[in-house]
């Protein structure tokens, strides 16, 4: 299987800047898309920021032009540079992949989720 660990979490005071990441280990065979997710409380979780094995990259409105999202291959890990952080980025922040498992590549592909990470943005 495939476990995600994220790190890189914490206190920030408004202005400031983050960088979180998220390891993937275990029996991988593949992973295609990786991606940042958050839930703050009482809201449902959104997509942050997405980005495919070849390097293309997605990201939510809200995040646009603050946040980069990048990732190592080699060592199956995605990052989320947080610049310029606002308030309303404070949520649990999750890491996402799209990984195929094992060793034969036959699968099943499955989605794959991390612990979360907490970012608080509060001066």
């Known amino acids: 299987q495939v476990q995600l660990v994220e790190s890189g979490g914490g206190l920030v005071q408004p202005g400031g800047s983050l960088r979180l990441s998220c390891a993937a280990s275990g029996s991988i065979f593949s992973i295609y898309a990786m991606g940042w997710y958050r839930q703050a409380p009482g809201k449902q979780r959104e997509l942050v920021a997405a980005i495919t094995s070849g390097g293309s990259t997605n990201y939510a409105d809200s995040v646009k032009g603050r946040f980069t999202i990048s990732r190592d291959n080699a060592k199956n890990t995605v990052y989320l540079q947080m610049n310029s952080l606002k308030p309303e980025d404070t949520a649990v922040y999750y890491c996402?992949?799209?990984?195929?498992?094992?060793?034969?590549?036959?699968?099943?592909?499955?989605?794959?989720w991390g612990q979360g990470t907490q970012v608080t943005v509060s001066s």
């Open positions: 996402n992949a799209d990984a195929l498992p094992g060793t034969t590549g036959w699968g099943p592909r499955g989605d794959y």
